[in-house]
């Protein structure tokens, strides 16, 4: 039996678990899981601390009451053990090198084109309409596009929409039925995914945004970079990977512009 995980996180009294067993989907929003939190002193459920101290496990039934116990004794004596119960349920639960790679998980890349009527679309102010979406599932190798204007090509799968709410409700669909575990692209974290994540919520509204996670939950966060706000959305339960970010944070070399045409002929000698 093999199994992996895709994606933990911690909600309130909850462990939301994703993962594969055996190739196959699994996923909980109640994963049985009971925190052991240790205090200074011995008896007879003893661990050690890295230094050699004596510990003495404390079980708890859940999460709620392993934070109570933390609150109540912080200031008393120290605690030790990991609150960050989302890792410690990775801790406990796999132990060693897990053996997978991008071929036992779904993955699509998303690229978006929206109109430029007042300039370029603003994440904060998401007045331009999208105009097209386009995905590309690794495991499938195939491109799906979706578009309000007709298009006569064939160098694609064009799935033509009555019109930008129609488009936004067939992507979202799109994305639960290849049930992906990561999405990517080229700056899609501040741009395509926080635009259509704000364009979402100005359309079709909230939750219709929360139907992108398994969990249904999609959280907006606002972070400072480089004294500049930006708005990301947070997919609970899946994993958006931006590819600007990796190639930024391990290429180690400034470049003078990190436009996706630019970085791809300095690289491989093409343009996107």
Partial sequence: MSVIYTSVIQRFNKIL?????????????DAAYKPTLY???????ASRSLY????????????????????????????HGNSRF?????HRNFKGEIATGLSDLSVIFADIETSVEMGFPDVKNPIEEVL??????????????????PYSGDD???????????????WIDYCIEVDFDILTGWNVIAFDLAYLGSRIIKVLGQK??????????????????????VIRYDIVGRTVLDMLE?????RFINRPSYKLSYIGQVEIGDTK
């Fill in 208 to 229: 219709a945004l929360n139907r992108l996670s398994p969990f249904g939950i999609v959280d907006m966060k606002t972070e400072m970079v480089m004294d500049r706000e």
């Fill in 39 to 45: 205090h200074p002193g011995r008896g007879q459920n």
């Fill in 132 to 149: 097209l979406i386009t995905c590309y599932e690794m495991r499938s190798q195939r491109y799906t596009t979706f578009g309000t204007r």
């Fill in 17 to 29: 678990f994703r993962g594969y067993k055996d190739g196959k989907r699994i996923q909980t929003n």
């Fill in 246 to 250: 990796l190639y930024k944070k391990f």
């Fill in 156 to 170: 694609t799968n064009y799935v033509l929409c009555i019109d930008e709410k129609d488009l936004l409700q067939r």
């Fill in 52 to 79: 050699g101290h004596d510990l003495i496990d404390i079980s708890f039934d859940d999460i709620a009451a392993a934070k109570a116990h933390i609150k109540q004794f912080k200031d008393v004596q120290k605690i």
């Fill in 86 to 90: 989302e890792y410690d349920f990775i």
